[in-house]
């Protein structure tokens, strides 16, 4: 190569542009040994181009490839310094996923206290902003402090954080705008907080539309005693909220389920929704009888050491007891901690806050302990003493159309204990004849009631009908006229479930 030749082509010899200043590049023109020269300009332009990338991308921002929940321990340490849980691992896949498929609905009931908005209201969010993932990001809560709270810990963390000021120079620190409701950072990304109910109509950022938004606790406990405030938070999530975005939103919703009516609930039905609901104690303990005992030392008023004594007890048959249980974040709260809890909160309190079972158990007919795993059989026994085979057709004058039609089959054993099996099934009235005989014949009960309230008798002459063209012989249907209320009906359950003596057939 010609040193004296002038280099004004601005591509270097491997056909790269030269990031070198035109300055440094007239360096060639000097009347240098030519391979003293092109050593030293290759190995300056090398340099200075290493330099100059990464420089561009501190200036600019960066998209890390780390996985969330990878990003967040390392920038977010004194947050995530626990092992995750199962939900965090499977909340942040899911948010892993929400840049490259646009317009998701993402909705997570998980326990009180168990950081899911650590993840999904500080780390998510925060991340998306630094990196510009997300244009224009708004943090919704069931009162507007609530959301500037939130707001605050992000502000917090872009001012505060050495790390990410380090490694996101062009978007942490204060930004332009930095208002108790409202941000915007250097890399020109806006986040603002709202409350439930406020006037969101037409808000845009520039030309954005929310490009994510992110709910967090959006009802709170007055929602569990008024269904008016329950539907007007719900017009106003689906009717205003929704409707603030464009098909391309992003939503996450969090929350814990404080009534069976709740939006969080509703929305495990809602089409178009992902939904995932996470318990504290995902499987029980399978020998309750021994936490029964323990809550009844635990919660002795008389004793001084109540709780020295339970925790003694406990030990002592650790292993019995925590045999089959499985929570969702031991290194957080172990089964005695959440054992604990229940017993000091109550029931009703736990399964709200808790395991996302928002049910009242001092409002129920029967209490929790009757319902344990050894009211399910298998197989049918062999030798009981009675078989009765009952059928509510489900078709009379007050039926809504649709409704099931249920035979239920009842054994009786030598002990006294019943033995039940249901079939349900929405039929017409001759599938419903025909379904009839089969089981008949199946299961030979010693007799056959069918509900006649209403029209429902007319079944009678079908059945005996039937039973005729097959060759049952002896088969007759015992008409039932029911006038007892169905709450009396049930509650006539309750001595058998008191006493254990009532099975439900399992599958």
Known sequence: MDSKQPRNNARTRRGRRSTVPHDVRRLRDVDLPSLHLDWLMTHFEKDFSLRHGESRRRLVGH??????????RKYLGEHFALPPSSMHRWLAGRLDLLAGRRGTKLNVLGPR???KSTLGTLAYPLRAALEAAEPYIWIVSDTRDQARAHLTNLKNELIENGQLVRDYPAAAGQGSVWRA??????????????GTGQRLRGRRFGAHRPSLIVCDDLQNDSHTQSSAAREHSRAWFHGTLLKAGTPRTNVVNLATALHRDALAMELTRTPGWISRVFRAIVQWPADLSLWHE?????????????AAAARRFYEDRRAAMDAGARVLWPEREDLYTLMCMRAESGRTAFEREKQNSP???ENCEWPESYFDESIWFDDWPEGLRVKTLAL???????????DYSAFVLLGVDRRGVLFVEADLSRRPVAQIVADGVALYRQFRPDAFGVEANQFQELLGGQFEAEFARQ???GAR?????????????????????????LRFKSG
Do not use: C, H
């Open 113 to 115: 206290g168990a950081a």
């Open 63 to 72: 998209r890390s490839k780390d996985r969330l929940l990878d990003w967040a």
């Open 471 to 473: 060759g049952v012989l």
């Open 359 to 361: 049910i009242d158990p």
């Open 294 to 306: 323990w809550e009844t030392i635990y919660s002795a008023p008389d004793r001084a050491d109540r």
């Open 392 to 402: 509510d057709p489900s078709k009379g004058a007050e039926s809504r159309r649709g």
């Open 477 to 501: 249907p015992w008409m039932v006229d029911n006038r007892v209320n169905k709450q009396v009906r049930l509650r006539r359950l309750g001595p058998y479930l008191a006493s254990g003596r």
């Open 181 to 194: 409701g409202s941000i915007v950072l250097g890399n020109g990304v806006s986040i603002e907080a709202f």
